[in-house]
């Protein structure tokens, strides 16, 4: 068994998940592609999130050139595509998001973005299945299965997870502000993954580094083992309606 078929098995246990858990990782060169077995390339252009909803509906190995994403987000967020003035000034969010100018220049100004040209090429997959080694692990899951991995990421260390999110581009969150900070972040699937990714309106999204998945495997086996676990189990009482309407039934029968 390789290495991310039991990582995934590790998770599956813990979360339940309903979709593959999604291994991920930026390549400087796009060559690097021809290198990954079973790789499936996108015929036309695309949405960056979209590979992602190959990878976790349908098990398959997607890889995507610069060239190949139509997401100007996503393009500068990961540093496919230069940040250009029009974007800078908030062009992007003024009228859709923001009401004024200055509100969308602000938003814009706190997106998480990739040096220009650092990387050229990403590639996805269902964890359970792939060749190559991940930069970091995506998972799409309902609140509870988040909250889970939340626990099991505070185990060791204690204290809070904050999010930060405007609930657009959400590779920004997910991919390049997990590659430079290096930490577990949460966030919310935006219009883009929801109209073209498939993500429902129960999802949250985890997005995992690679170098504290142990940590956060281990932070949930612990407290599985403390009897917080997924799916939460639920309190069984005795539902006063029945025992009234029995009682009801019995003075009927006696009379």
């Known amino acids: 068994m390789s290495k991310y078929k039991e990582l995934d098995g590790q998770l599956n246990k813990y979360l339940r998940l309903a979709t593959f858990p999604v291994a991920v990782k930026l390549l400087a060169n796009p060559e690097e592609l021809n290198d990954i077995k079973f790789l499936k390339k996108p015929e036309t252009k695309l949405a960056l999130c979209q590979i992602f909803s190959y990878a976790r509906y349908y098990g398959w190995t997607m890889g995507c050139e610069r060239e190949d994403n139509v997401c100007p987000l996503a393009g500068i967020s990961l540093g496919f595509e230069r940040s250009n003035k029009l974007f800078e000034e908030g062009a992007f969010f003024v009228g859709r998001y923001n009401e004024t100018k200055e509100a969308a220049k602000k938003t814009t100004a706190t997106m998480p973005k990739l040096p220009f040209e650092q990387y050229n090429a990403i590639v996805s997959g269902a964890l359970n299945r792939i060749d190559f080694q991940p930069d970091l692990i995506l998972i799409w899951g309902n609140s509870a299965q988040i909250m889970r991995i939340i626990q099991g990421s505070l185990w060791k260390l204690g204290g809070r997870i904050s999010i930060s999110t405007f609930c657009d581009g959400v590779c920004a969150d997910t991919i390049s502000n997990a590659i430079l900070t290096k930490e577990l972040q949460i966030a919310f699937p935006c219009l883009g993954d929801r109209r073209y990714g498939k993500a ?11 170098g504290i998945i142990d940590e956060i495997i281990e932070g949930m086996e612990k407290t599985h083992k403390a009897g917080t676990r997924y799916p939460i189990p639920y309190q069984i009482s005795t539902p006063e309606y029945f025992v009234k309407l029995k009682k009801q039934l019995e003075k ?4």
């Open 200 to 210: 429902a309106d129960t999802d949250l999204i985890a997005s995992i580094p690679m």
């Open 252 to 255: 009927v029968e006696k009379n």
